[in-house]
């Protein structure tokens, strides 16, 4: 099956919003094996979305498009899709009820452009809009061409994608899809590739796909069979030889993300954690408080930017910062001991180097950096020089290789 | 002039990259008045790019691509759009002897693959790569139709508009652009707009636009005249009539972000700052931190999630936090004036809230925050309540809040 994926709004011609929608359609569609051929984006004007629509269809048996579902004169996706698929509109009964109990909770009333939004296409299949008042659909025509119009908040759409969407494709293709992303740190993604190249040659299902990220890397595996348990199996049994190769690597086998895996081993076990950042600059502690519910573990986190905060704060010795440097080994444990000392704190986790674009030197380049991490009476060191990216991609990656350590001693 | 932009890659397709390039050049083309009607994208397959350029000439006197002008075999652009304007490729000097230096600097080998990005239409304009090795070009045919092809990495891309590619359409739009980007804090867009509603509202040139994101707002003032020097004038009038009815609010007339103001303002009054939070949890400090070079200014930041953290490290009094809360205007305070005292810096901010999504109670609501900022005998508070906004949201307007108060004690 082929697609185009089709933006309607004239706000996205205008750059005032980066078009999200395409992305997440773009993989989800290959995930459940449909060719997508082209992206396009066309305004709120009747005449070029018919013509865009029409011309989708000479290439491609399926057309989804995002937006121009709303109350407003504007709004003219679904007439437009409801014509050039030789449709007509007509009252949807449940989109009405749907939309009078929305308002009635709201305690506002309805008005006549919301009435415009319960109109549908007789052939039309209908997708509730449980994130707002704009429903989508489906509508095929006599050659089994398929338009889906969805709404263009990302929120709404994923929603309905996920729930309504891909359920109804996925019957369409007669196919039942199921992949797992495994998530990886430490290896990068041509040494992934290498180690997994026989397995991603080698066959047609399950497919291994690699994705490389500001610092991480994936690996998806994806089967595609008759039934939802085949696909399933089918996976596991590949992951599992996946785990064999690189599973020292991998840190989540379902799409988790490595501060989430810390924070729930941390609260898991009960673990508190403290952290003393110097080139990273508090990122480590915005990252973890970025979760809701950390102030459960998590009890404070030192930015010692200058060399003075790292004595007066951590009690680093000045000896070590001039006989090592504030960017060595020595620093970084005295960082990491100075904490736990002060605070108590099963974990605390230290981290100091040279960020970027200047501050380097011969011996000492930009990407150097030193980590140290502790809990209870282990002490782990590492040492990262990762050359040539910039200030933002090292400060992440220190970040990451920060969780790395915690999910080391927290237990794999 | 109207445009399509037509993004080039099947990576895209795949979902694997967002597409930023096409916000970035609508953006761009709207500021040179060239009216953009639509984006496309198209993976790396010859025929079909062919096909998507042809048709986008039959609306569109201007076509942009971008990506697939690499040294590889799928990399077609160039080759494509020298077929459809009817034209041949040619070894082109300046880019030869570029890509010489180029590889000489590197001390690596020019592969066969280099040399091929040195081929150029005959009757190319072309546009250096100041950033990579593959240059762009414009190449028009003998309707008058333009084609614009650009490399795919948005750094190379970007400098290369900039630098070549917007003065190159200013001249054939035969039009000068000049506009301004005022940045205001502490104004919501709606009355934003509304204070300026007649000047909005009440003429085409210079024009007025207002935007909104993540707590923050802009007003761009721009002017299309015969003379980049009128387009100034008349943009420069426009601005003194903004600035005398919402300049409290605007704390950039160059569309420098807030961040930047503060750090440089801190660099050139020699103040030394340091921050505790608590519910940003180090996302200021991160902030301060992204840009290079703030060591000079920045000593160190305490994210004191806990209570016990801010007892200890800020010498915040139990009876304070029993009393009146960790989040409350006095906390806020002692907060502030615990780091001044323990860090001697001149500024010192603080920060102390319910960022959500739970914590919240009926008097002290998820999003109700504190802040003290303190400039050596100065002090102000503030207090922010915004309901039914995210986690994120809410914390990223507390870190805007904070360099805004920094900014007023600086002097905006």
Redesign the interface.
Known sequence: MKATIL?VGTE?????????N???????L?LLGID????????DNPE?LAD?MK?AFE?CDLVLTTGGLGPTQDDLTKEIACDVMGDELRPHKESAERMKIYFDKLGREMTENNWKQTLFPTRAHVFPNDMGTAPGFALADEKGKIVICMPGPPREMVHMFETYVSPYLEEKTEAAIYYRMLRCFGIGESKLETELLDLIDGQTDPTLAT?AKDGECCVRVASKRRTKGEARRAVDEMTEKVKARVGTYIYSYDDENLADVVVRKLKEQNVSIACA?S????????T???L????SV?????????N??KV??LGVSQETLDAHGAVSRETAVEMAQGLKQ??GCRMCLSVTGI????GGTEEKPVGLIYFCAILDELMICRKSEMRRMG??WN?NYAVLNMLDMANELLGK
């Open positions: 933006s996205l011609l205008f750059g005032q919003v980066t078009n999200t395409t992305v997440y359609l773009s993989q989800q290959n997508v051929m082209y992206h396009s984006t066309v305004g070029r865009m011309r290439d994705y950042e080139c990273t600059g508090g990122w480590f502690a915005k973890l408080t970025d809701p519910g950390v102030s998590f009890d404070r986190g030192i930015v010692t930017y200058s003075r905060a007066e704060e002060k605070t960020a970027g674009p200047d200030r933002a400060r």
